[in-house]
């Protein structure tokens, strides 16, 4: 069977040979339970603090602030549950935009729906880009999370985080930022952006599925 060409790489890669190498130790040798106490359990507990460790400083985060999930869908959905959870005697409020992926938009249609909290969707102008202005007039005091996409999954446009977060700091609204299209690919510095809760995911990257 011939192999299609293939163009759809913002949807998901194949994992790289590097990748793969670096890896399969890891079913083989060193298999592990990361948690256990013994050596076996020693090696793959090092080999998910050192991705953690890679992870962290392509993004100017901390190690520790490194949380490992399935993939994007799962780390969406735990940005918002879990801040709509924390804050809720905060505020009921919630911004995104009208283009976000549905691991954002269900989760927040879910939250409207079963626990009444109000959700304000932002929309975009003919270039499919956020004004900054847009979202500071939906911010109220009992907003607890914006999010936005860095880059759209479909059209690319590039989103203006950086302004969009300095609005949040200055507010004590937490930040949330869907970047599973733009990580590895341009840089992000989740400090100087102002970005407290940022999702990526491996496959975008070459990386496993």
Not at 38 to 66: C, K, M, Q, W
Not at 97 to 103: F, L, Q, S
Not at 140 to 168: F, K, W, Y
């Given at each position: ?64 602030e ?18 709509a ?10 911004v ?37 202005s847009?979202v ?34 200055e ?7 869907d ?26 990257l070459?990386?496993?599925k």
């Amino acid at each position: 069977m011939e192999l299609p060409v293939y163009l759809d790489h913002a949807a998901t890669t194949p994992v790289a040979e590097a990748v793969v190498s670096a890896m399969l130790p890891y079913f083989t040798k060193y298999y592990g339970n990361a948690s256990a106490v013994h050596s076996l359990g020693a090696a793959a507990r090092d080999a998910v603090e050192g991705a953690r460790e890679t992870v962290a400083s392509a993004l100017n985060a901390t190690p520790e602030e490194i949380v490992f999930t399935s993939g994007g869908t799962e780390s969406d959905n735990m940005a918002i549950r879990g801040v709509a959870a924390d804050r809720a005697e905060r505020g009921r409020h919630l911004v995104a935009t009208t283009i976000e992926h549905h691991a954002v938009l269900e989760p927040l249609e879910s939250l409207a729906e079963r626990y009444g909290y109000s959700v304000d969707l932002v929309p975009v102008d003919g270039d499919g880009r956020i004004d900054p202005s847009d979202v500071a007039k939906r911010l109220r005091p009992d907003t607890v999370l914006v999010s936005v996409m860095h880059a759209n999954n479909e059209i690319g446009t590039i989103q203006p985080i950086a302004e969009i977060g300095v609005l949040c700091r200055e507010r004590g609204i937490l930040f949330h930022t869907d970047a599973v299209q733009t990580a590895g690919k341009i840089p992000i510095d989740v400090r100087a952006m102002n970005i407290d809760l940022l999702s990526l995911t491996a496959h975008k990257l070459y990386g496993p599925k």
